[in-house]
Structures are given as structure tokens and as C-alpha cells.
């Protein structure tokens, strides 16, 4: 494994009093020929005033707590990592905080590896030796794609599902069975939840999923969908078939999460879009279940879900609530789903006032954001991806370009200052002067400043 210098100075410091090994997440991500992002330490052999003592030369130092025998240290070179005590944990009450640390520099592998939630987590590699050491088969779990609870001990912290729904996105790892059984037994518990911590779960499906349907079906599998009823409520919910022949609105909405991560486009966006866009393609057919009816069209019964962009607006608002989200991402991720339908809608070709008028109401999200939904909505009808249907999400984009609009909305270019300028005195009849001036720029009466000062001069001489 490939290590920063700063921290093979810190284990070289380190292995003086005692036995470092890398241990969770930056095992198993190096195992899965994965760059590792995290790397946490855990000391054998040594007390915690010593541990300390050897790390603080190299940097900040912070004691998350002596009684979990954890230091995270900030080095110099500018790395953070979490150096830690083995430690065995009993549970002491409700919730994931419910439990009692006490650090024990004598446990041996299995036992220390026995607290971590799976088996893929519990796997230990020792920089100097270059052993793996897996007591759990963590291994084998790896190269087979499953997520398997480590000890009995799993259901003692509820977190442990929900890591299970985002690892499973992460990796595209399907679940054991018996993992599954434990996770139903605890199904009551999610109540425990601090809101902050099942947003953190969230927000890793959100922006680091491969393969997002499988944690969709963790929830399903585990029966924790019932925690997010407006998913659930999919499950059942029928399309039809020529149009959506991969089934129940649950399913076509997995593969269009899948169709959503595997664009470059998502790949490449930050991790502050990438949310956005994976949570308003989860919701996009939230208005489905309550608009969905089989009525005669055209001569013939059909499933159809008229008005469903819009009733799924407020749906995903409480769906975001719900699971804790910033308050800033309710906007853009309901005006996606509000509006994911505009390229079916209205004339054949767009206009530069519809467009505008689009990117309007889309905002803070934006017409590029608009068209990756879009694509990801089309990607979600196995086999049935009709071109026309591309074309048109293409055509959508090059006029958003042609204006500039594709990345922001119309701001408006006549505001109060140029009514003082033209001698009116700032008053309650500014607004509704400056509103109708946004609604003509909208429609294309004027498209640059100069153009809008005209108009205005127009409009006040009209009203004399």
C-alpha cells in the first residue's frame, strides 16, 4: 500500500512503543484497488499518555475522547489521520451513542476486529510487515460482493443498516441474507437516529454511489423502506407497459438512479451537484402513486400519471425533511422534479422565451442540471430508449447555450435605479413597473440593458 510520507513518519514514530496497523475503510478501499481516501491507525501494545506523547511532535493533536482511546492528528505536511486504542464496546442504552468504551491494548485480531460492522471493515494490514490480517473473512466477502455483519453484536447500533444501504450503493455489494434478518429485527430502532446521522448516510449514497438501486434494495431487503414512505410508496405503483417496460415505478426509478451515475458528466460534477442531481432523480416520480389511474386514451386503457411533475414537487420537500438534508438543496432538487418533463411539453421546437421562462423557474438549479435529469429519466426505461427522445433533450441544451442560460437564470436588466434615472421617485409602484419589465425581457421585448432603458422610457411616456 502506497502511504503519504507524513504518515509513514507517524507510524515509524509510532511503532517505537507500540504496533500500528491500518485498519477499515482504507484497507478495504485498497483491497478493492480503490484509492484510499481515509486512513485510520490502531495502536497494539501501547497506553494512551504514551500514544500521545509520540504523535504530538508532528503536528496538531486532538483527544476525540480519552475514554475511546482516539487522537486524530492534523501533521504538518497538512494529512489528518485517527489514531486509536483497540477497544471493546458493550451497550449501555438506546441509540447509536449507547455504548461503553473501554480501550484494551491486549485484545487480540479477532477480537478487535469483532466490534466493526462488517467483515469487509474488519480487515487489518500492517505497513511494516505487510501482512493482511482478516480474522472475519472479510476477504473472500470482498472478491463475492457482500456485505456480512461481523458479530451478533451488529444490531446493537442501527447506524449499521443504514451504512449497509450506502456501502452497498458505493460498491455495488448486495447483502447477506442473514445480515438482512438482522437488520429486520431491528426495523423499530430507526426512531433512535440522531436526524444528523441518517443526512451522513444519505449524503454518501448521494455522492459516491456506483450503482445507487442497490441501496434502494437494501432498504427494501432489510424492510427499512418503511422509514421513507414516499420511496416505498413506488413499489407497486404500475406504468405502462409500452411505455415503461421495466415495470413498477420503484424499479423504473433504480434504473434511472443507475443510468444517473454511470454519466460522465455526474461523475465529474462535485460532490455538492452530484447530491442534488441524485436526490431529484429519486424523487422525480414521487407525484406518481397519488395521480397514477387506468382511463381510456385515445380508445384504449392505459396507466397514466397526469400532473405528477408537479405533485411531486411538495412531496420531495417533506422526503428531504425527512432525512435531514440542508435546507438549501429543497429548491433546486423540487424545481428539477417540477419540472423534469419540460422537453415533453409545449411547442416542437423551444423557444427563446420558453426557455428563459425555464431557466427562471428552475433556479438555483440550472438547464444543464435540468437535461442530466432528463437523461437519466430516459435511461430508465430498459430496452425502451426511443432517440427522439434525446434529440430533444439535446435540442433543449443548445438553445439554453445559445443564450447563455445553461448554467444560470435570467437576472433582470431593469431595475430601481433606472427609474430614479429617468426621474421617477422610489416608491410602492417601483415593483410592479420592474416586475412587467422582467416579464417583457422574459418574452424577448428587450434583450440588453440599453434596450431595456428604452422600453422603460416607452412604458412611462405611454402612462403620462
Not at 456485505?147 to 456501502?167: G, I, N
Request: aromatic content about 6%; hydrophobic content about 40%; some cysteine.
Amino acid at each position: 500500500m502506497n502511504l503519504p510520507a507524513d504518515l509513514r513518519a507517524l507510524l515509524e514514530a509510532v511503532r517505537r512503543v507500540g504496533q500500528p496497523r491500518l485498519v477499515g475503510g482504507g484497507v478495504r478501499d485498497w483491497l478493492l484497488d480503490l484509492e484510499p481516501k481515509d486512513f485510520d491507525i490502531e495502536v497494539r501494545g501501547v497506553d494512551f499518555e504514551t500514544l500521545h506523547r509520540s504523535l504530538s511532535p508532528f503536528g496538531a493533536t486532538d483527544v476525540i475522547g480519552r475514554s475511546f482511546g482516539v487522537i486524530k492528528v492534523r501533521s504538518v505536511a497538512g494529512g489528518e489521520y485517527d489514531f486509536s486504542l483497540p477497544r471493546r464496546e458493550s451497550k449501555t442504552g438506546a441509540g447509536h451513542r449507547g455504548f461503553a468504551v473501554a480501550p484494551d491494548a491486549t485484545l487480540n485480531d479477532a477480537e478487535a476486529a469483532a466490534r466493526r460492522d462488517f467483515t469487509v471493515n474488519a480487515i487489518t494490514y500492517d505497513p511494516f510487515t505487510h501482512e493482511i490480517i482478516d480474522p472475519h473473512g472479510g476477504q473472500a466477502d470482498l472478491k463475492a460482493g457482500v456485505l456480512r455483519h461481523t458479530s451478533a453484536a451488529f444490531v446493537e447500533d442501527p447506524l449499521r443498516v443504514l451504512r449497509a444501504f450506502q456501502l452497498a450503493a458505493r460498491f455495488n455489494f448486495s447483502l447477506a441474507p442473514a445480515t438482512a434478518q438482522l437488520c429486520r429485527t431491528i426495523v423499530d430502532t430507526f426512531s433512535e437516529l440522531p436526524v444528523e446521522r441518517v443526512w451522513g448516510e444519505w449524503e454518501k449514497w448521494a455522492t459516491k454511489s456506483t450503482r445507487p438501486s442497490r441501496g434502494l434494495a437494501v432498504l427494501e431487503e432489510t424492510g427499512w423502506l418503511g422509514h421513507f414512505p414516499e420511496i416505498a410508496a413506488l413499489r407497486g405503483t404500475p406504468q405502462e407497459p409500452e411505455w415503461h417496460p421495466e415495470g413498477d415505478v420503484f424499479t423504473h426509478t433504480q434504473h434511472c438512479l443507475d443510468a444517473l451515475a454511470g454519466l460522465r458528466e455526474w461523475k465529474d460534477s462535485e460532490p455538492a451537484r452530484r447530491r442534488r442531481l441524485m436526490l431529484a432523480v429519486l424523487a422525480h416520480d414521487f407525484g406518481k402513486p397519488a395521480t397514477t389511474s387506468h382511463a381510456d386514451r385515445r380508445g384504449q386503457m392505459r396507466w397514466i400519471s397526469p400532473g405528477h411533475e408537479a405533485a411531486g414537487g411538495p412531496i420531495a420537500e417533506i422526503f428531504l425533511r425527512r432525512i435531514g438534508a440542508p435546507l438549501e438543496l429543497a429548491a433546486p432538487v423540487c424545481a428539477l422534479v417540477v419540472n423534469h418533463l419540460a422537453h415533453h411539453h409545449g411547442q416542437a421546437e423551444f423557444s427563446d422565451t420558453s426557455v428563459r421562462r425555464l431557466a427562471r423557474r428552475l433556479a438555483p438549479a440550472t438547464i444543464d442540471d435540468l437535461a442530466l435529469v432528463m437523461r437519466a429519466d430516459h435511461g430508465g426505461r430498459p430496452p425502451l430508449e426511443p432517440p427522439e427522445t434525446l434529440v430533444r433533450i439535446n435540442e433543449l441544451r443548445a438553445k439554453a447555450h445559445a443564450l447563455e442560460l445553461e448554467n444560470t437564470a435570467p437576472r433582470p436588466l431593469v431595475l430601481g435605479r433606472h427609474l430614479v434615472a429617468l426621474g421617477r421617485k422610489p416608491g410602492p409602484d417601483f415593483k410592479p413597473v420592474l416586475d412587467e419589465a422582467f416579464e417583457a425581457q422574459l418574452d424577448g421585448a428587450f434583450v440588453d440593458e440599453a434596450g431595456g432603458i428604452e422600453w422603460l422610457r416607452r412604458k412611462i411616456s405611454a402612462a403620462r
